[in-house]
């Protein structure tokens, strides 16, 4: 996959659609250092964002991928190979859920000790509230990792209009919340629901 090809393609088609950098990153909710490493053919998008992406250029996933306006036979030819590389990131995605819950386990895990040594040793004041301050010191690490994983692990589908996004760091922590669910603001059609955690797009 010439990712080279594919940065070029991309600025192209911003342009085409007399969008600037800022706008794109704006309505995919990422930074526009990240939109300006996808044009400069330094990475792909994650699996996450290509339909959102491939909506706002108005272009398939397969062009997208291929780095040019495909013609129906072009389309079929690439269309198993591509296929392939979503395969792919789906599978990091589900690495990367799985290392969330593994760091989770780890860090409540050493909170968990800390408090338990510090009640149950007979050592000195000072040093028990050492133990307990360094216990939630790692817990308030692993559940900042743990933030950032989860963001960048696929999406959030909208209620309303079903599309997909990626929600700003400071949206997602803010944001009432249930095992599955976030209340978010669509950057599609504009409203807040409760928008459903998806580890990859079925579109």
Known sequence: MDYKKIGLFLAQERKSKKFTQAEVAEKLYVSEKTISKWENGRGLPETSLLINLCALYGISINELLSGERLNEQSYREKA???????????????????????????????????????????????????????????????????????????????????????PTAKAYILAYHTLTKRRLHCPFCGKTSMCKKRLQNKD
């Open 80 to 166: 198993e190979d591509h296929m392939e590389t979503l395969l792919l990131q789906r599978k990091s995605n589900q690495h990367k859920m799985f290392v969330c819950v593994l760091i989770g386990c780890l860090t409540f895990s050493v909170l968990f000790v800390c408090i338990a040594l510090a009640s149950f040793l007979e050592i000195a004041v000072w040093l028990r509230i050492c133990l307990i301050i360094y216990g939630f010191l790692v817990a308030a690490f692993g559940v900042g990792i743990l933030v950032f994983l989860d963001i960048n692990i696929g999406s959030f589908e909208c209620e309303h209009c079903g599309k997909r996004f990626v």
